[in-house]
């Protein structure tokens, strides 16, 4: 596959992922697997009690690992939860951890079949990993998926506000300079 075939199947986007119309949404979740603050909490809302009574079924989520729901009221129909890493200056496997979160949601989607994935900028709100360092393992991690994927073609990084999406997407140029 082309850098240019590979750069067409990754958009970034400014936008709310609950309300992204593709086959999984990425909930960057916390440990418990039952909601949260932030978008966590957001998923939560808008897929309904439904989502929470499944969650509670799944015994939580190890760090760096996924696991998959059904999407409920979310215009997605599935939910892949992945636990990122809390930074702690970069020197506990962060960025090993955060690249594993990309590598199992994926996992999960191949097993699923599924060939839209939305993923959220996993672990830099209140796990405070650094924007530009989480952008630059989020395109690598997509990418390097991407080029021997059986079922995925299409994955959209939603960023959640203008410095997010301006970081994501010059991330995004730096690994397809071309573009």
Request: a neutral charge; charged letters at 20%; hydrophobic letters at 40%.
């Amino acid at each position: 596959m082309s850098n240019e075939d590979t750069l067409d199947q990754i958009e970034v986007v400014d936008g709310d992922i609950t309300k992204q119309r593709v086959d999984a949404i990425v909930n960057a979740a916390n440990k418990t697997l039952l909601g949260g603050g932030g978008m966590d909490g957001a998923i939560h809302r808008a897929a309904g009690p439904e989502l929470l009574a499944e969650c509670r079924t799944l015994g939580g989520c190890a760090t760096g690992q996924a696991k998959i729901t059904q999407g409920y009221r979310l215009p997605a129909q599935w939910v892949i939860h992945t636990v990122g890493p809390v930074w702690r200056n970069g020197q506990h496997g962060e960025d090993d951890l955060l690249a594993s979160c990309y590598r199992n949601s994926f996992a999960l989607a191949e097993q699923h079949r599924l060939r839209t994935i939305a993923f959220p900028c996993i672990s830099t709100g209140v796990y405070g990993f650094p924007m530009d360092r989480a952008a630059r393992i989020a395109i690598r991690e997509t990418r390097a998926h991407l080029r021997n994927s059986q079922s995925v073609v299409n994955v959209i990084l939603v960023c959640f506000g203008a410095q997010a999406y301006e970081i994501h997407s010059r991330a995004l140029r730096e690994v397809f300079p071309r573009s």
